[in-house]
């Protein structure tokens, strides 16, 4: 089972005191509590924002295309890239990991990359919301990525 990162408990996102955080600063003070390296860039464009940072071994991106209740945050970080010897027995192992370890978030392909992945509307978003995607995705992704590396090595 997966802990979260001792940074993010200290978190403060209690919407109960003052103005509620915007999505940006919320997610920004995520990011400022995890970031192991001090490396986070992010990019606002007219399509949303985008930010990347560095947790332990992996990267991690997170997307919000927007505020409106339409829109989504997507948090990901790659893990492994395909191909590799015995993609059946990885599969396999992603689909076990996913029902036992992933809680929120999951494993998943995408462009040749294995990532874990969380998504969800910012319809009634809350801050604590945004710090657990974030932080599920971070650690899963880092406690697993040089597991997977080294089991399944590239083909």
């Known amino acids: 089972m997966i802990s979260a990162p001792p940074d993010a408990a200290n978190v403060a996102l209690n919407e109960d005191l003052g103005s ?3 999505l940006v ?4 003070v995520v990011i400022d509590s995890l970031d192991s390296d001090d490396s986070a860039m992010v990019n606002h464009g007219q399509t949303g924002h985008l930010w990347k940072f560095q947790y332990g071994s992996v990267q991690v991106f997170v997307q919000l295309s927007g505020s409106t209740e339409d829109d989504v945050l997507t948090v990901w970080a790659n893990v492994l890239s395909l191909p590799v010897k015995n ?3 990885l599969m396999r192992h992603l689909l076990e990991l996913n029902w036992n370890n992933t809680l929120e ?3 998943a392909i995408n462009e040749g990359q294995v990532a874990v992945m969380s998504a ?3 319809a009634d978003l809350s801050a604590g919301e945004i710090s657990r995607a974030i932080t599920l995705v971070a650690g899963i992704a880092d406690d697993h990525d040089d597991r997977l590396q080294a089991e399944y ?3």
């Open 20 to 22: 509620p955080l915007s």
């Open 105 to 107: 978030a999951h494993f």
């Open 120 to 122: 969800r509307s910012v």
């Open 87 to 89: 993609e059946g027995a």
């Open 25 to 28: 600063d919320a997610i920004e």
């Open 153 to 155: 090595p590239a083909a």
